[in-house]
């Protein structure tokens, strides 16, 4: 997860936003191909690198630095290094209720106030998103107003809570249980996904919630949570502040030291633990599917962490099986079966722990369960003989390209400024992107096939089947012989991991 | 356009901002004021000097054969996007074939020249990327995005495509049948289905902007492989075609890479025209899409408005900002801030070659539908009895005018615009042409435009969601009879209901 850019092409989902803030209003059936950024290879002797400084405010601030002259415009981002993973039991969703809290003014700007200002002044990339590890603010102004986006950042990390009202909360509260209904309650496959994802985390795990967290949590949230959360997290020391693009390299570190030097120092807070989680067996979980139409089957598996051995050969693995119609799910699947209506595999690269993730999406009259062979049929191929030189050739040149693109853009969803933070919040050091790079360099057929045999194990994953019950046609077929459905429809058996304390 | 917005324009904004600004309310009184060190953060910082407006820049020549070609340097970084844009699009699908141009143009990628479907993805997969297409009312882009160094190869698999599809009977089957199953995940998808319901409503069934571009499944059934070789023949031709670029290219290499690639390319086809101006007519009831069980019911109202290049562009554009285009707007402010009924509520402008939609929605929860409703209506009214103040508008100006830079940051957004440009018949100066009309434009002309376009009596209003619930919370507003509309929409009849082309 390197990238939206790599998220967009592998079809992850890994966050949630404030809002739903186009940059431009566009009419919905014209995709932008720029949303949907096509790779191409970087020159394999081009050394790629996003020239930056790293210092430290006295109360513990990072701040990364970074000179863009290319449009008059400068993205300010924020990483607090706090996620879904620090909630508490009970509390699930609360990071991401908090990030919306932070939208709703400070000691010195107004409620809602924040957003208005910035889009009336032209800018562009904005929002807040929350994830399972940290939790990012970000704006693109025009570099006139660079400024105006560190006084907004330095009020509310400063004084977010001098406002603070239970109306307000209580607002943020039903806005967030909206996005829950729109996203995850009345959206295709939403609450069969997070079925599945539950039964890979289960509680007390702390990515259980899904970021999103359930209507009960969201409802048990109080204004104590909101203070304790914004004193624990929130402190300068657990932030980093990145400005990349337009801006003045003589006056920048004056007007940063005068927005965030005086926010008073707390201290970092430790960092959470959580042993690995492990799946003694495979759990198949059947799905009574409400909204969509037609079955679709989900095979997880829970993977190396991000950036850690295996990291780099999953995404390999994820374009050979599903980048385009020349891949192997693609291929055997959609065109030759003519089984699958779409095909989608990627690395869902996270902090504690990864999740590799197959998608099939049935065509009508087909079950998951015929699927359910079909990509194994396909994977195990890969266990038998790795995937060829060519296709870790494309698999690479696409990644290292989608890279060339991310650069494209000081800030936003993937741009510079994300990149240069995620290898900082990842690694401790944000000049890592060569690194990153190198690692895809590095990877192998056989690497693939070590990948394919001992981290995506038949036996130990889960298996998700969603069926739309209007789907139930006669062209149905049973399970194949040997295959025991779980108990019933919508039941999630006792999962078999271990740890997660 | 390089002067700078007019100094009391930009005044205004500045009071506006600053009216977000909560201490000039709260700070008690001036000696605690001045006792508190951080007292001076109480006034927003004052904006520097704004810089120079970049805006997209377009050079245009045209080959012997009459192939326009549109070129927007940008060569910080070694990549460019490239594509062939066509002028028909969606609404050239013929009466009752509705969805021919989506598979005719999906069947591109399926085999052209020497190559089948995968031969083509992997030629393009050795360059580190993927051919992309994207279908719009007016259009189409076939295109990729390669390093510069690629560009070359890219070029002969991209006029392979455009030059020699191969059309072939089983990838039309094959696509065929795609495009049945998509239409079968559709009826699944709650956005999907207001979208559909929402452009019968607005233009009728058999207006070109009636329907969407994937057709219903009747219509998609009777597609044979001669439409589409018909209808390829009737829209790919050197005069209804632009070839664009976008990126780290030089407008000589173009001219010789056109040459060379496009150089030889004939045919007879020319643009289509526009589609007619539908009738607006006053709304004769509501239409519903039932989908039992849904948590949220989606929203869609909207009617015909405006075409591309209509004296009233700018106007109401700067009007559908104020109502529903920002974060900070009417309908999002009321609907999610103030009674926390959504995630988000917006609005948007769709001006298209002929005269296209202004759309609002919302996925809103369900037992709140009615209310819901009265609000959108109640938004629109006020836009009369509350009309837009000179302080909303300078705000909505400058975040459109001062958001351009950053809205093109990519070379696949610039060669998207470049094609717009052509799709629409536009000149090359299109986006100074944007920032003059939206300077030119007074409080009176936008609340003249949003008195033109947002009488709640013409719009149109489809709800998606439990049909039970919707019709105890609609049936007795007063709106017009409910009219429940089949999931799977019948086919447009031949030969009734003149299409308007």
Sequence with gaps: MRSLVFAALLAATPSLALADLAPAPAPAPAAVPAAAALPAPAEADDHLSIPFTKYRLDNGLEVILSEDHRLPIVSVNIWYHVGAFNEQQGRTGFAHLFEHMMFQGSRNVEDDAHISMLQYLGATGLNGTTNFDRTNYFQTVPSHHLETALWLESDRMGFLLDTLTPEKLAKQQEVVKNERRERTDSAPYGLANEKSWQTLFPAPHPYYGSVIGSMEDLDAATLDDVRSFFETWYAPSNATLAVVGDFDPETIRGTIEKYFGTLPSRPKPEARSVAPMELASTVELRVDEKVATLPKLRISWLTPSVYQPGDAEADVLAIALSGGKSSRLYKRLVREKKLAQSVSAWQQSLGAQSVFVVDAVARPGVSTDRLLAEVDVVLDEVRARGISAREVRQARNKLETGTVAGLQSVGGFGGKADQLQSYNHFLGEPGKIEWDLDRYEAVTSADVQEFARSVLDPSRRVILHATPATAAGPKAAPPPAGKKPAAGPTTAPAPAGKGGR | ?501
């Design chain 2, 1 to 501: 356009m390089r002067r700078n917005l007019p100094f009391a324009a930009v005044l205004t904004a500045i009071a506006f901002l600053a009216a977000g600004c909560a201490a000039s309310q709260t700070v008690p009184d001036a000696a605690e004021a001045v006792a508190d060190p951080e007292a001076w953060r109480a006034t927003p910082p004052t904006p520097g000097e704004p810089p120079e407006l970049v805006t997209p820049k377009f050079e245009r020549f045209a080959l012997p054969n009459g192939l326009q070609v549109l070129v927007s340097e940008r060569h910080e970084l070694p990549i460019v996007s490239v594509g062939v844009a066509l002028r028909a699009g969606t609404a050239a699908d013929p009466d009752g074939k509705e969805g021919l141009a989506q598979l005719t143009y999906q069947l591109l990628l399926e085999g052209a020249g020497k190559r089948d479907a995968v031969a083509l993805d992997d030629a393009f997969a050795d360059l580190g990327t993927s051919a992309n297409v994207s279908v719009t009312q007016d259009g189409a882009l076939v295109g990729t995005q390669v390093l510069t160094r690629n560009l070359d190869e890219a070029m002969s698999l991209l006029a392979d495509i455009v030059q020699r599809p191969r059309l072939e009977r089983a990838s039309f089957e094959l696509r065929k049948e795609q495009q049945l199953a998509n239409l079968a995940a559709q009826v699944g998808n709650p956005r999907y289905l207001a979208g559909e319901a929402f452009a019968a409503a607005a233009f009728g069934e058999h207006h070109p902007y009636g329907r969407l571009g994937t057709g219903t499944p009747a219509s998609v059934a009777r597609l044979q492989v001669a439409d589409a070789k018909r209808f390829y023949e009737g829209a790919a031709g050197p005069k209804a075609a632009a070839l664009v670029f976008a990126g780290d290219i030089t407008t000589e290499r173009a001219r010789e890479l056109a040459q060379a690639w496009f150089g030889g390319w004939k045919g007879k086809a020319v643009a289509p025209k526009a589609p007619k101006a539908p009738e607006v007519a006053a709304r004769a009831g509501v239409v519903v899409v039932p989908k039992q069980g849904l948590s949220q019911t989606v929203i869609m109202m909207g009617r015909p408005a405006i075409a591309v290049g209509d004296p009233d562009e700018y106007n109401l554009t700067l009007a559908s900002m104020v109502f529903g285009g920002t974060f900070g707007s009417r309908l999002n402010m009321n609907l999610r801030e103030d009674k926390g009924y959504t995630y988000g509520a917006s609005s948007y402008v769709d001006s298209r070659l002929g005269v296209g939609p202004i759309v609002a929605s919302s996925a809103v929860r369900a037992d709140v539908t009615g209310a819901s409703i009265a609000e959108f209506m109640k938004e629109m009214q006020d836009l009369e009895s509350r009309p837009i103040s000179p302080a909303e508008l300078e705000a909505a100006r400058e975040g459109r005018i001062r958001s351009l830079p950053g809205s093109f940051e990519s070379v696949g957004g610039l060669s998207y615009a470049a094609a717009s440009l052509f799709w629409y018949d536009l000149p090359l100066d299109r986006f100074e042409r944007l920032v003059e009309g939206y300077e030119a434009a007074t409080p009176e002309t936008v609340q003249a435009a949003a008195r033109r376009f947002f009488d709640p009596s013409l719009m149109q209003i489809v709800l998606v969601g439990d049909p039970e619930v919707i019709s105890e919370q609609v049936g007795t507003m007063g709106l017009g009879p409910l009219v429940e509309r089949a999931l799977d929409a019948a086919p447009a009849k031949k030969g009734k209901g003149k299409a308007a082309r």
